[in-house]
Structures are given as structure tokens and as C-alpha cells.
């Protein structure tokens, strides 16, 4: 932005909406206009999920999650995000957990991942479901003596 003057004044939106601010703040630049521009339309299907919040501290992660999005990778990734077994993670406020959890459910629903149905029982092993039933209760019935 010019001010007459000969000297540049540098317009706010402009330099918020190229550099990472917030606690993800780093000399890294990012076009953030750019990059939301990539993930709406990779998002067609569900823009409604797009993380705004995200968007204004985490532009890193954005950025990230715009290169992945529409891979099985990008799966991944939000779990991470959301589970950590770093003890010296704090984690992310609720409002941008909240915004994670919805990009990892919009981008679940491409179903990108083969999901094979369990019932909990996946790893027994075949021999041991190929035993002998218990008997009947009936079968249980008390046995007099003498009786064979």
C-alpha cells in the first residue's frame, strides 16, 4: 500500500494473510489465499468443514492438510494431530480440536482407506473358533448315582 509519501505501508490483511501467525509463527511464508483456494476446491463435496481457525493460527498445518487432502495419508495425519504420545505436547485448544475432528470425519466419508468390518474377534485364531460347541443345559442335568 503506497502512502504518498514515496514509503510503502505494508496492509495488514496482506501480510496476515501471507506468514504464519499465531502460535504456529514462523519465518516461513505461506499463501494462505492460495492454499484455501487449493482446499476448497479439493473440499467441493463438503466445504462446510473447512478449518478457518486453522486457517489463521496453524497455516502450516493447512498448508499440509491442502497437499493431502484426497489421500489416504491425510488420515493419518489428523490422527496424529488429535493423538499424541508426546508428554510434552499440550495438545490444541477445543475450537481448532473441534475443526480437526471435522476434517477427519468429512475426509473419512471419501472413504480413501479400506475399512475391513471387525467384530473384535479378528484375531483369534481360526483353530480356536472350529472347537467343539459347549453342550446344552439339558446335557448338564444332574446324574443320579448308578447312573452311566
Do not use: C
Amino acid at each position: 500500500m503506497n502512502t504518498g509519501n514515496g514509503q510503502r505501508q505494508h496492509d495488514p490483511h496482506e501480510f496476515w494473510s501471507t506468514r504464519g501467525v499465531g502460535m504456529d509463527n514462523q519465518s516461513e511464508v505461506y499463501d494462505v489465499p492460495a492454499i484455501r483456494a487449493k482446499l476448497l476446491e479439493k473440499m467441493k463435496d463438503d466445504p462446510g468443514a473447512y478449518p478457518k481457525l486453522i486457517e489463521q493460527q496453524f497455516p502450516r498445518i493447512l498448508a499440509k492438510i491442502a497437499d493431502l487432502w484426497g489421500k489416504p495419508e491425510l488420515d493419518r495425519y489428523l490422527d496424529v494431530l488429535m493423538f499424541t504420545d508426546r508428554h510434552d505436547r499440550q495438545g490444541f485448544p477445543p475450537d481448532i480440536a473441534v475443526e480437526v475432528f471435522r476434517l477427519s470425519t468429512a475426509h473419512a466419508a471419501l472413504n480413501l482407506v479400506k475399512q475391513t468390518a471387525t467384530t473384535g474377534w479378528s484375531s483369534a485364531e481360526e483353530v480356536n473358533l472350529q472347537k467343539k460347541p459347549l453342550p446344552r443345559m439339558n446335557e448338564y442335568r444332574r446324574r443320579r448315582p448308578g447312573e452311566s
